[in-house]
């Protein structure tokens, strides 16, 4: 098995991939959502799976096939459990972030070194009622809207750089 076709997820054999290793990974597509208020604050929730209590705003991967526009709506639905909201922004480029090294075995099989996100600022139409975060895809434990600028602080340190670049694109719409 060549470097590039060897596998770090659940069951594989061996250590960690190194530096080298990990860098050599595709980046895995996927979409977020910066979903403002009518106050102007952001929807975020805390991970169920992680025992830091991060927070973060929706996020997750692109079907194959699926528009990103139209992915960034499905995720929105699926973690938040509405989908009520209208597009106001795209992000001007694709934005990633690395996983550390430990991580990249136990994420997605260990095939991918990080994700590569395309990020939209939503304006929510609804209420706060309609917000079921234990849904069929649960990912979270609670929820709250929270001042933007505050969020590179809520998240996993890993991915604060990928927030502050986040903070910079969308902050005339705080």
Do not use: C
């Not at 980046?27 to 952001?42: D, I, Q, S, W």
Request: glycine share 8%; proline share 6%.
């Amino acid at each position: 098995m060549s470097r590039s076709d060897t596998v770090y997820g659940p069951g594989a054999s061996g250590p960690l991939p190194s530096a080298e290793q990990a860098a050599a990974l595709p980046f895995r597509l996927g979409v977020g959502a910066v979903l403002f208020n009518r106050e102007r604050k952001v929807f975020a929730a805390q991970r169920a799976d992680m025992a830091n209590a991060a927070w973060q705003m929706p996020q997750g991967g692109i079907d194959k096939g699926e528009d990103p526009e139209a992915a960034v709506f499905r995720e929105l639905e699926e973690e938040t459990g509405t989908a009520n909201a209208r597009l106001i922004a795209e992000s001007r480029d694709w934005l990633t972030y690395d996983l550390p090294l430990d991580l990249v075995p136990k994420l997605w099989k260990g095939r991918y070194r990080g994700q590569k996100q395309k990020w939209y600022a939503l304006e929510f139409l609804g209420t706060d009622a309609e917000f079921d975060i234990f849904g069929p895809h649960a990912e979270f434990k609670a929820w709250k809207w929270a001042e933007f600028k505050e969020l590179p602080a809520l998240i996993v340190p890993f991915k604060r750089d990928l927030y502050r670049r986040i903070l910079e694109e969308f902050r005339h719409l705080s």
